[in-house]
Structure formats: C-alpha cells, structure tokens
C-alpha cells in the first residue's frame, strides 16, 4: 500500500513540474511570480479606486500582515502603499 501511494505522490509531482514548466514558458516567468504580480496589481487597482484601509486592501489580495504587503509592494513599485494612494502613481 505504501509503495502505491508513493507512485501516486510521484506521478503528482512530476505533472506539477510540468505544468510550472509550461506555464513558465508562456509567461516568461514562474507560477508564483504571476500570482504575485496579479495580486499587487489589484492592490494597486484597490489603493487608486477604493476607500479601504491599507490594511484591508493587503488582507483583500491575500496578505495576513500588512507589514509583509508593505515590504513587497514597496520592493515590487519602489514606493510604499501608502505613498502611491497619496500620490496617485501608475
């Protein structure tokens, strides 16, 4: 039994490789990049369009600390949630 869950476990993860792999080369980058890239999109979009916290904008694009959301969005834009909202920067 447990040699079949071991092929399973196998089987999964080279379908997993293979389609980052994919995903990798019509994107021009990897899985998590683009989710992150989407993510601080929408908090861009948010921080422009919404009245919400930064708080609740970094918890609404998945964040559990906005102090986290903050440091990638600052190493992502070079400016902080805070300072786009008051400036209005694309």
Known sequence: MKILGWMIFV??????????RKVK???GY???????????QKAKFLLRN???SIS?????V????Q???????KSKFGITPKAFREKRVD
């Open 11 to 20: 089987k999964r993860l080279a379908y997993r490789v293979q389609l980052y």
């Open 25 to 27: 080369t019509v994107l």
């Open 30 to 40: 990897n899985v998590n990049d683009y989710i992150l890239t989407v993510r601080m």
């Open 50 to 52: 919404e009245d919400l």
């Open 56 to 60: 609740e904008i970094s918890y609404k």
């Open 62 to 65: 998945g964040f559990s600390s």
């Open 67 to 73: 102090a986290y959301f903050s440091t990638v969005f």
